[in-house]
């Protein structure tokens, strides 16, 4: 495999992470955090030893663009006279239409700018150190990766809301998300778990934000997210699924208007919303309050009834698979969720599930449980590398 080096950006609102990777092995990563507030940047080697950061203090960035800007000179210091040979970046919405990772060009730009209003708080910021990047360097190729792509195999039926059917060629369907986190499933699932890799597998990734995906044959056939990063399993602080008539009611009846519902259910609901104590799993799985166990069991109860959903979809189950920050580090919730999926025919090996695996069902178990770590940024080094070689 080629050793060209190769740079990821995954740009959020008020965040821009950045790697750099030879080959399979990432070899720098990079974070400017409180962009457009009070930006700090920090930095280690992908053995994760810790480096000094860049200065960020001459021109305080106030988008991702200009956080990729001002952490050039550090970059360029740190490449030593070696060069990038390509970009990657995650952007969030690839709408209908694209089933791969895409070269940038303007008008790639132009046509990823029109799916704005389907993720207004992710794509402007995917954006922008694309373009940034394209203006200040036209011949660096650039690749866009997108959280919708992996899902666009699912049948239609699957992708259908029951609206009126010009609504869905308005774009209102269900996109899905973590694509990029189960195609590094799916790809390693045939040498980490060969004997339920060509079969039907649920992975499911729960972190901050948390989805489910049906694979078959490691081909997405279903999940949970749709429309919007929104649906699907409750999060750190997103409601996951939520009868319409809800929103209807918060505007009609108790007066909110669109802004307030948007953050009730963006940021004040899930896991911090439910406990009123905090969005992360490590706060709730420590905590004696009531609250705070009663927010762990409807996540999970979410979980497994979402798990037999999927499993129905795909019409059976063969393995199961948990991965991303909860996913990966849960003990506690891994085995909560193996439990309550007990009747479709996975039995928990409790040792197995402690030492985290990688397998973590008895030997007799009919579905293979699996934890196996994530990594949406090589996949995106792969991708990127792949398309400009
Ligand atoms: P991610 O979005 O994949 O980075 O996952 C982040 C989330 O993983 C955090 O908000 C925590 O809730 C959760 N997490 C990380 N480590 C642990 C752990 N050791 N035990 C429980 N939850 C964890």
Redesign the pocket.
């Known amino acids: 495999m080629s050793q060209d080096l190769i740079g990821v950006v995954n740009a959020g609102s008020s965040s821009l992470k950045f790697s750099v990777y030879a080959g399979d092995e990432c070899l720098l990563n990079g974070q400017v955090d409180g962009i457009g507030v009070r930006p700090a940047a920090k930095a280690k080697t992908g053995a994760g030893e810790a480096l000094p950061p860049p200065d960020l203090s001459a021109m305080p960035p106030t988008t991702p663009g200009e956080a990729l800007v001002a952490l050039l000179p550090w970059l360029q210091d740190w490449l030593a006279g070696r060069t990038l040979a390509a970009i990657g970046h995650r952007v969030v919405h690839g709408g209908p239409k694209y089933a791969a990772p895409a070269r940038v060009t303007p008008a790639l730009i132009e046509e990823l700018e029109a799916f704005v209003p389907l993720a207004p708080l992710h794509q402007p910021h995917n954006l922008s150190p694309i373009r940034t990047a394209l203006e200040r360097n036209p011949g660096l190729p650039q690749v866009a990766c997108f959280d919708t792509a992996f899902h666009r195999s699912i049948p239609e039926v699957a992708q259908l809301f029951a609206l009126p059917y010009e609504m869905a060629e308005r774009g209102i369907r269900r996109y899905g998300f973590h694509g990029l986190s189960y195609e590094y499933i799916a790809s390693v699932l045939p040498r980490a778990a060969p004997e339920i890799a060509g079969g039907r597998v649920v992975v499911a990734h729960l972190?901050?934000?948390a989805s489910l995906c049906a694979l078959r044959a490691g081909r997405s056939m279903a999940t949970t997210m749709g429309f919007s990063a929104l649906d699907g399993l409750p999060m750190?602080t997103r409601c996951g699924q939520l009868d319409p008539a809800v929103v209807l009611h918060l505007m009609t009846t108790e007066g909110m208007d669109a802004k307030a519902v948007e953050g009730v259910l963006y940021r004040q609901s899930g896991m911090l919303g439910l406990s009123g104590i905090s969005?992360?799993?490590?706060d709730l799985?420590e905590s004696d309050a009531p609250r705070a166990r009663l927010a762990i069991e409807v996540f999970v109860h979410q979980v497994a009834r979402n798990v037999a959903s999927l499993a129905g979809a795909m019409g059976g189950l063969d393995g199961l698979v948990f991965t991303?920050?909860?996913g990966e580090?849960?003990v506690a919730?891994r085995d909560a969720v193996c439990r309550a999926c007990a009747w479709m025919g996975v039995e928990l090996d409790e040792a197995a599930n402690a030492a985290r695996g990688p397998r973590i069902t008895t030997r007799r178990s009919r579905v293979a449980a699996y934890v196996i770590p994530t990594d949406e940024n090589l996949m995106i080094a792969r991708h990127t590398r792949a398309l400009v070689a």
Do not use: E, H, T, W
């Open positions: 972190g901050n934000g750190g969005s992360d799993f490590r799985l991303a920050g909860v580090n849960a919730i």
